[in-house]
């Protein structure tokens, strides 16, 4: 197996699971208990706290456990919301979110909020001065991605969150994707809100991480105990904290790696020089997160590629639907053709992905697409 969909989620890495095991083992007990077992897990927590914190350059206080990023996004964004009490709003985010994003947006817009989608160029890159022409005096959240899951486009998050303190108005970045890859520091960017996924940074699934700016005011989703200070009540899941905890320290160690970008870019041009004008670069082509490649097969069906090579792990851009492929929102929303997004494969390596693995899933794809390009016939 060619595990190329790092994007979808990571494996755990040996040191995040070492980190884990006494938490599974000899390691029991009530974090929030006040005997010895419950200070050793308490302990755990907090030392974890720290660490995400130190990736993000934030206070330890500022970091909330969550069940995973789908959990982080609707805390920050229905958290918001819900802190105005009676009170109605306007939230602006982009045409390009998860939908970790976007169905908490459509959810709240169905309880009287308003909310604006802005649209991104050719190559999924949100223009800052739309959303400027979007705020109202009734804004109270912008949310955009820090960097796009399916194309990688990295978005100009600090200029953004400029134009959120100007405004007054909180600003929130699904960086699930980003994290541990680019620098996310939360004092660089400005935003008050970041969200963080385990399973996207070699931590397990089932935990991730939102970060709330000292001072913000938000509703929690979960009422019960005074779990994290009040805003995510529910006993903290030991083990997976100290794995998200112990990934973010090796994030920290791994920014300035540029092997993934590197294998990146021997897929690329290994994908051009064999089929040339058949793949299409999707994306922002220097802004891009360093382990995604993008392309379109021009002609082809993502689909029938992949299915070409069970051996190889990809996501596809496209979406079948009654025997007919669709775009991807993120696709459509940059305008990218049918002819080359029906063919849209995303490929993200990783912290385990090698050269040779890239030569061989260029020869595995290059014999797919040699395989279903229509046959010349003889006269």
């Given amino acids: 197996m060619i595990y190329l969909d790092y994007n979808a989620s990571t494996p755990i890495d040996g040191a995040v699971r070492e980190a884990m095991l006494p938490y599974l083992g000899e390691a029991f007990g009530n974090p929030s208990s006040g005997h010895s077992q419950g200070r050793r897990m308490k302990a755990g927590v907090e030392a974890a706290r720290e660490q995400v914190a130190g990736l993000l350059g934030a206070q330890h206080d500022e970091i909330v456990f969550t069940s995973g990023g789908t959990e982080a996004n609707n805390l920050a964004i229905k958290g918001v919301a819900f802190a105005r009490g009676k009170d109605r709003g306007h939230i602006i985010t982009s045409a390009i979110e998860h939908p970790a994003v976007v169905n908490p947006c459509r959810f709240l817009e169905k309880q009287g909020f308003e909310v604006t989608y802005i649209g991104v160029d050719t190559e999924g890159r949100v223009d800052p001065q739309r959303i400027v022409e979007e705020v109202r005096h009734d804004t109270i959240l912008i949310s955009v991605m820090h960097a796009n899951n399916e ?13 959120g303190r100007q405004g007054g108005i909180l600003v929130h970045s699904d960086a699930a994707q980003s994290c541990g890859k680019i620098d996310t520091n939360v004092e660089r960017l400005g935003i008050d809100f970041l969200t963080i996924a385990g399973h996207k940074m070699y931590a397990p699934q ?30 903290e899941p030991v083990a997976a904290i100290v794995g998200l905890g112990k990934a973010a320290e090796l994030a920290r160690e791994h920014l300035n790696d540029s092997r993934t970008r590197l294998l990146c870019e021997r897929l690329y041009f290994g994908l051009k020089a064999t089929l040339d004008e058949t793949v299409v670069l999707l994306g922002h082509s220097e802004a891009r997160l360093p382990n995604t490649l993008a392309v379109g097969f021009r002609g082809f069906i993502g689909g029938d590629i992949l299915g070409a090579c069970p051996e190889l ?3 596809t851009g496209a979406a079948c639907h009654s025997g007919r492929p669709e775009r991807s929102a993120t696709l459509a929303a940059m305008g990218v053709s049918e002819e080359i997004a029906f063919g849209a494969i995303r490929f993200s390596v990783g912290r385990f992905s090698t050269e040779a693995e890239i030569d061989r899933a260029v020869e595995m794809i290059a014999r797919a697409v040699a395989a279903k390009r229509p046959k010349a016939v003889s006269r």
């Fill in 151 to 163: 194309v990688g486009t990295i978005q100009r998050i600090a200029e953004i969150a400029e134009i």
């Fill in 206 to 235: 089932g935990i991730g991480a939102l970060y709330v700016r000292r001072g913000v005011k938000m509703e929690p989703l979960h009422h019960g105990a005074g779990h994290e200070r009040g805003r995510r009540a529910g006993t």
């Fill in 313 to 315: 792990c990809a996501s």
